[in-house]
Nanobody, 127 residues
Framework: QVQLVESGGGLVQAGGSLRLSCAAS????????LGWFRQAPGKEREFVAA????????YYVDSMKGRFTIFRDVAKNTVYLQMDSLKPEDTAVYYCAASDRVYYTSTYYYADNYDYWGQGTQVTVSS
């Protein structure tokens, strides 16, 4: 079992920045990948970014590459999502997720491939 707790969401003006944190506990993360997804009202949950815990391989949605950066602190068992140049359309609940079942690039993008989820943190970007 992996427990995930997100923090760092809030209200920010367009063009601003936020850093989300996801603290993992419960077991060693070796062999796991951690990802960020988001879900806006009335929309499906969508992939944002992921990082392979061992090795640090990074995966991004092309539309967010350059504005969002995922990174990890191994000592703190925490993964972060740095979000810059935020837009109102980035408004959503952001979820952290973990999986030991993703390996090929295409598998990272699907929420069904992740077994553990945090409770989510709200990000609201005002125009």
């Amino acid at each position: 079992q992996v427990q995930l707790v997100e923090s760092g969401g809030g209200l920010v003006q367009a063009g601003g920045s936020l850093r989300l944190s996801c603290a993992a506990s419960g077991r060693t993360l070796s062999g796991y990948s951690l990802g960020w997804f988001r879900q806006a009202p009335g929309k499906e949950r969508e992939f944002v970014a992921a990082i392979r815990w061992s090795g640090g391989n990074l995966y991004y949605v092309d539309s967010m590459k350059g504005r969002f950066t995922i990174f990890r602190d191994v000592a703190k068992n925490t993964v972060y999502l740095q979000m810059d140049s935020l837009k109102p359309e980035d408004t959503a609940v952001y979820y952290c997720a973990a999986s030991d079942r993703v390996y090929y690039t295409s598998t990272y993008y699907y929420a069904d491939n992740y077994d553990y989820w945090g409770q989510g943190t709200q990000v609201t970007v005002s125009s």
